[in-house]
């Protein structure tokens, strides 16, 4: 009898011990929500705020509860919120707000769902960027490398590449036909040559470039119109054997030798009598070169005179490679030769351009009248038996736009 009292209060007392723990638990519940157990609003799902200029989307959905109602969005630290009212559908319903009006730089947002008996979400966080002033003036137009007009009423434009990760996606250009129509197109930034077609000689074309600072913009941002003026090639009007590659009308079998049409003074033809001539990589280039055992080239020509009408004028000359010193010069002058270089601020040339780097070389100029005109290019170059100084050109170019 004993041993059945001992196991009763055994078991009444674990009883009680069980009982205290269960009450302390729902005391430090209660504590925490004093009216009893909290109701919670079914959260915002999929929630993503997306870029734009000086403002942001807020988008997400409502999947769960159809008790809701409402919808406040606070941000940068509850400084500014907005209250949405909301009517569910009973099915999937989409959340989507512009918040105008945002300073330039990142953005933190809070959700909170409100259902009808006026209880609350748990807060769902996401964060977001408004762009503005300071990424515009980041902002470059997309450079074009070459634009000219054929005979063919076709205008083509080589594009230069740009910085993919600022956001650039495509260039819009406009231009006028052949029928004085506006014509606009876009260009992707993936594209490296255009053809605008049937252009009118004569036009101009304007240009800008379009970015999208990330993935997630719903504003895209320009730069500001550029105007480009095209001239027609007429290359193969007036000049002849001008590369591509260029022809020797002489040469020694091996490297070098004498250039075909063009007029080569004599300090430039310092490799046994050949010079300005090179097969360089097994293709013909316009060349200078001193040192490395080749005498030096003192005041050096290589030009050609031609009869040109009036109107605007562009002399181009393509170098693939040079040194970084010398003196070297694309030029366009009256008469029929080019001046010396050592003279050039006494007796200019209609117009010259130094260099001493890689790229497309040009002068432009303007004629009101016929006239005879040298263009060419000019070089003072110097080397020992183990250094050298040099210049090589691919290919040369004359564009012309009429009065």
Not at 309 to 336: I, L, N, Q
């Amino acid at each position: 009898m004993k041993l059945n009292n001992i196991s009763v209060l055994s078991w009444l007392a674990g009883a009680m011990l069980l009982c205290l723990a269960a009450c302390s638990k729902m005391d430090e519940y209660r504590n925490f929500a004093p009216d009893g157990e909290k109701a919670y609003a079914g959260k915002i799902d999929s929630l993503k705020i997306y870029s734009g200029r000086n403002r942001v989307l807020v988008k997400g959905l409502f999947i769960a509860d159809p008790k809701i109602v409402a919808c406040r969005i606070y941000w940068d630290s509850r400084k500014d919120s907005v209250t949405i009212a909301i009517k569910r559908t009973g099915g999937v319903d989409t959340l989507s707000r512009l918040i105008e009006g945002l300073d330039e730089g990142v953005h933190s947002f809070e959700v909170v769902t409100i259902d009808t008996f006026q209880n609350r979400s748990v807060v769902v966080n996401a964060s977001g960027t408004a762009y503005g002033d300071r990424y515009q003036a980041l902002l470059l137009n997309r450079p074009i490398n070459n634009s000219e007009l054929n005979n063919n009423a076709e205008t083509k434009i080589s594009w230069g590449g740009m910085d993919l990760t600022s956001g650039v996606f495509a260039s819009e250009l406009t231009f006028t036909d052949t029928f004085n129509v506006q014509r606009k197109i876009r260009v992707p930034i993936g594209i490296t040559d255009t053809t605008l077609k049937p252009y009118k000689y004569g036009s101009s074309f304007q240009y800008r470039t379009l970015f999208l600072p990330d993935t997630l913009s719903i504003d895209t941002f320009y730069t500001g119109y550029q105007t480009a003026n095209v001239l027609m090639n007429v290359t193969a009007d007036y000049l002849k054997n001008t590369g591509g590659p260029f022809k020797a009308s002489s040469w020694d079998s091996k490297r070098w030798g004498v250039l075909d049409v063009w007029s080569t003074s004599s300090s430039v033809k310092n490799a046994g009598g050949y010079g300005g001539y090179e097969l360089r990589s097994n293709v013909g280039v316009l060349s200078f070169e001193a040192g490395w055992g080749l005498p030096n080239v003192s005041e050096g020509k290589i030009s050609q005179t031609v009869t040109l009408p009036p109107g605007t004028y562009v002399f181009e000359a393509v170098v693939d490679a040079c040194s970084t010193s010398g003196a070297m010069y694309v030029m366009a002058a009256r008469g029929t030769a080019l001046p010396n270089i050592a003279t050039l601020s006494t007796n200019p040339a209609l117009a010259s351009v130094a260099f001493t780097s890689n790229g497309t070389k040009q002068v432009s100029f303007v004629l009101t009248e016929p006239e005879t005109i040298t263009l060419g290019m000019a070089a003072t170059l110097t080397g020992t038996g183990s250094t050298g100084q040099y210049c090589k050109i691919t290919a040369v170019r004359l564009k012309y736009l009429k009065p």
